[in-house]
Nanobody, 126 residues
C-alpha cells in the first residue's frame, strides 16, 4: 500500500507557472504507474497526465499537451507536475494517483488507479 500527499498548489495568474508535487510513502514507489487527475467545480474528474514506472514514458491529455510536464524521482518517492502557460480553465483540485497493475502502459481512467492523494487546489486567475 502507498499513501500519497500532494503539495505545491496555489493561486497563479494566467500565463504563469506552477509545479505541484506528490510524495509517496512506502517502499515500492517505482513499481507504480503514477497519474495526475483534476476536478473543477461542477465537473467530473479528468485525466491530466501519467508516467510509467521508470519514467521513460509519459502520457498527456490533449488539453495540457505542450504546457504540462510530468516527471518522477523514484529515489525520492515523488512525482511532479510542472504546469506552464496556465489558463483559467486549468483551475481545479489536482490529485495524484498510483496504479499498481500496469507495467508497460498507463491508463487514462481514474477507476484503474488504486491509491489517491487528498488533492491540492490550483487556481488560475484571468
Amino acid at each position: 500500500q502507498v499513501q500519497l500527499v500532494e503539495s505545491g498548489g496555489g493561486l497563479v495568474q494566467a500565463g504563469g507557472s506552477l509545479r505541484i508535487s506528490c510524495a509517496a510513502s512506502g517502499r515500492s514507489f517505482s513499481t507504480y504507474v503514477m497519474g495526475w487527475f483534476r476536478q473543477a467545480p461542477g465537473k467530473e474528474l479528468e485525466f491530466v497526465a501519467a508516467i510509467s514506472r521508470g519514467g521513460g514514458r509519459t502520457y498527456y491529455a490533449d488539453s495540457v499537451k505542450g504546457r504540462f510536464t510530468i516527471s518522477r524521482d523514484n529515489a525520492d518517492n515523488t512525482v511532479f507536475l510542472q504546469m506552464n502557460s496556465l489558463k483559467p480553465e486549468d483551475t481545479a483540485v489536482y490529485f495524484c494517483a498510483a496504479d499498481r497493475k500496469r507495467v508497460y502502459s498507463a491508463s487514462y481512467y481514474s477507476s484503474d488507479y488504486d491509491y489517491w492523494g487528498q488533492g491540492t487546489q490550483v487556481t488560475v486567475s484571468s
